[in-house]
């Protein structure tokens, strides 16, 4: 990814978007892995390639939720 993944940098804002456009991603590679193995078309190598990153994307939604997500004290 070409992103910076310093999160400690860059203000609630920016990571609203940035969370949106990974959501977006993240979908895409979903629907674009699942076309692939249903038709049968794409080799193995590629839709591993693709389930890594849409691993790497979750990785990084789930970052940017957590620093976007205020911490309750109990």
């Given at each position: 990814m070409?992103a910076?993944?310093?999160?400690?940098?860059?203000?609630?804002?920016?990571?609203?978007?940035?969370l949106e456009?990974?959501?977006?991603?993240?979908?895409?590679?979903?629907e674009a892995?699942?076309a692939?193995v249903e038709?049968?078309t794409?080799?193995?190598?590629t839709?591993?390639?693709?389930k890594?990153e849409?691993?790497?994307l979750?990785?990084?939604?789930?970052?940017?939720?957590?620093r976007l997500?205020?911490?309750?004290?109990?």
């Amino acid at each position: 990814m070409n992103a910076p993944t310093d999160l400690s940098m860059k203000n609630d804002d920016v990571l609203r978007v940035e969370l949106e456009v990974f959501r977006r991603k993240h979908r895409d590679l979903d629907e674009a892995i699942s076309a692939l193995v249903e038709r049968g078309t794409g080799d193995q190598l590629t839709i591993r390639r693709l389930k890594k990153e849409k691993l790497h994307l979750k990785d990084l939604i789930s970052r940017i939720e957590d620093r976007l997500t205020p911490d309750i004290i109990a």
